[in-house]
């Protein structure tokens, strides 16, 4: 696996859908190797930012770099994994059978199927429908198609959402596992305890990014121990005049 200094590099990002303007001026870098917490309200940006990295939103102007080549490039599609908020699998096919089909899609073989199904906790479900699995349990079928191909990047939308605490814990500490292999985590939430896992927070709101900076550097600046009394001190502090 080649390792790159910012595995994600956007510059001055701008992107229009519908006639009204979603990102504006967005400009960060993610760090290779590392996990980093895309959060904010729903309806701020971060589902348009994650498809504009994995190269399927259209962009008006600005540039994206992803593990040094530009977002959306076709040689990216091995190298990045993807889960968007709806789970992204064949309602009609069992969990093992979705799995067959996505590892022949990336050349993975039955031994890592079943190590992603472990992952995910889906053992006693491998078998059953994918249609009539919970919502939560959907989802975890799609975060298993994206590691199939042990991709270098993965974009992950809500990752967590209705999921119960203890799977909750189990897919962080499996994520900081994927980190420390060197896999580059983007994560995108609007609970902000789960910033507390994350190497670098990416905070949003109204289109903007109006920080990016670590949960030390959050507390430090605002003065709060809190995450979300952070977040919260830090937009009062910009709308300050």
């Known amino acids: ?5 910012s595995a994600v590099a956007i510059t001055e990002l701008r992107v229009v ?8 001026a967005i400009s960060c870098e993610i760090a290779a190797g590392s996990v980093t917490g895309l959060l904010g309200p729903s309806g701020c940006g971060k589902s348009t930012l994650m498809r504009a990295i994995v190269g399927v939103q259209v962009i008006q102007s600005g540039e994206i770099q992803v593990l040094g080549q530009p977002a959306g490039t076709p040689a990216l599609r091995s190298r990045v994994g993807y889960v968007t908020q709806a789970p992204s699998v064949y309602g009609d096919l069992s969990v093992r059978e979705n799995l067959r089909y996505f ?6 073989g039955e031994a890592r199927i079943a190590e992603v199904i472990e992952t995910v906790s889906l053992a006693e479900q491998a078998d059953r429908v994918t249609g009539n699995l919970s919502g939560g349990q959907r989802a ?6 994206a590691l199939l191909g042990e991709p270098e990047l993965l974009v992950l939308d809500e990752p967590t959402v209705g999921l119960d605490p203890v799977l909750r814990r189990d897919l962080w500490a499996h994520f900081r596992h994927l980190a420390g292999s060197g896999t580059t985590l983007l994560v995108s939430s609007h609970v902000m305890d789960e910033a507390e896992h994350c190497d670098e927070l990416l905070l949003m709101r109204d289109g903007a990014l109006i920080t990016s900076q670590t949960p030390t550097e959050l507390r430090r600046g605002t003065g709060q121990q809190n995450l979300e009394d952070a977040f919260l001190a830090l937009i009062e502090q910009q709308e300050q005049p």
């Open 1 to 5: 696996m080649m390792t790159f200094v």
């Open 103 to 108: 590892a022949g899609v990336v050349g993975a």
């Open 140 to 145: 975890r079928v799609s975060l298993a198609t």
């Open 17 to 24: 859908r519908g006639g009204r303007c979603v990102l504006e």
